[in-house]
T-cell receptor, first 115, second 113 residues
Framework: ETGVTQTPRHLVMGMTNKKSLKCEQH?????MYWYKQSAKKPLELMFV???????ENNSVPSRFSPECPNSSHLFLHLHTLQPEDSALYLC??????????????FGNGTRLTVT | DAKTTQPNSMESNEEEPVHLPCNHS???????IHWYRQLPSQGPEYVIH???SNVNNRMASLAIAEDRKSSTLILHRATLRDAAVYYC??????????????FGQGTTLQVKP
């Protein structure tokens, strides 16, 4: 148990489907993050939330829609995705998003396949 | 954030020490040096971080060069479970940094029995 739980672990969806990824952190942290890890590529930061407010959106297409209803939960809503969106989607949390000595804690990710 | 350079891969024998190098010649005076590792089929895992002094924790040690242009992650006794991709990352100060952990390709560590 990492303290950051992501569901589902695997997801296969068609390009016209709508699905959501869920992340929950049990660490009492104030910041939550979505990262994307494509095959053979480094992790890419997608979104950052601090105290339920979005503070970073790294030019992510609108077919990805994040939601942070409280500091413990983070969702990534998906619709009309493309096959190139297939990747491992990782959620992370940290105590304070502004402090560079505040480690991030990652979940084990959702492996998404878009067909 | 400043850039880091790591070897693509390294090999080690089980129960021997491993020294994973990282060069960061453009580091600024207030950048923290972070190390994460990613085991197969898992998310990255925080290992250790430091600013100027060497650091030790239950997982590893971090040795930072006096000029801070390089650092070394030390695993004192490698086990098969230490086989992973190890990332060396710099995080900037002052505040305003938004957790932009900029991941490179990292070093893939293989541990042989």
């Amino acid at each position: 148990e990492t303290g950051v739980t992501q569901t589902p672990r695997h997801l296969v969806m068609g390009m016209t489907n709508k699905k959501s990824l869920k992340c929950e952190q049990h660490l009492g942290h104030n910041a939550m993050y979505w990262y994307k890890q494509s095959a053979k590529k480094p992790l890419e930061l997608m979104f950052v939330y601090s105290l339920e407010e979005r503070v970073e959106n790294n030019s992510v297409p609108s077919r990805f829609s994040p939601e942070c209803p409280n500091s413990s939960h983070l969702f990534l809503h998906l619709h009309t995705l493309q096959p190139e969106d297939s990747a491992l989607y990782l959620c992370a949390s940290s105590q304070d998003f502004e402090q560079p000595n505040s480690p991030l804690h990652f979940g084990n990710g959702t492996r998404l396949t878009v067909t | 954030d400043a850039k880091t350079t790591q070897p693509n891969s390294m090999e080690s024998n089980e129960e021997e020490p491993v020294h994973l190098p990282c060069n960061h010649s453009t580091i600024s005076g207030t950048d923290y040096i972070h190390w994460y590792r990613q085991l197969p089929s898992q998310g990255p895992e925080y290992v250790i971080h430091g600013l100027t002094s060497n650091v030790n924790n239950r997982m590893a040690s971090l040795a930072i060069a006096e000029d801070r242009k390089s650092s070394t992650l030390i695993l004192h006794r490698a086990t098969l479970r230490d086989a992973a991709v190890y990332y060396c990352i710099l995080r900037a100060h002052p505040s305003g940094n938004t957790g932009k952990l900029i991941f490179g390709q990292g070093t893939t560590l293989q541990v042989k029995p």
